[in-house]
């Protein structure tokens, strides 16, 4: 059986069948859901869905660290250190803001 929402998930699309998901959903306790702000969860996704050099994580990431989200929670988010995502993307995001403030 599978262990986690993904499996089930990745189960379902295989074989059209969604019985497993939406008992998963039934069951799940939602008071204990973490909650994520929206700029940190559109980062999980964009980094999930799309390749790292990315305009779509760019914005996410930007984004975050708008809504004042920490290096080291994006680090957490992307599976890297703090340092590590600072050191990779702090580049990035001043060429795109670069980018974005010419008229």
């Not at 680090?75 to 008229?103: M, V, W």
Request: charged content about 25%.
């Amino acid at each position: 059986m599978p262990q986690s929402l993904r499996e089930l998930i990745a189960r379902a699309e295989a074989s059209g069948n969604w019985d497993e998901v939406a008992d998963w959903c039934e069951a799940f306790d939602w008071s204990e859901a973490l909650e994520v702000p929206v700029a940190e969860f559109y980062l999980g996704c964009a980094a999930e869905v799309r390749p790292i050099n990315e305009p779509q994580l760019l914005e996410a990431m930007s984004a975050a660290r708008a809504s004042g989200t920490s290096w080291e929670r994006i680090g957490e988010i992307l599976g890297l250190s703090a340092q590590d995502a600072k050191d990779r993307f702090s580049p990035l995001l001043e060429t795109q803001d670069t980018a974005n403030a010419r008229p």
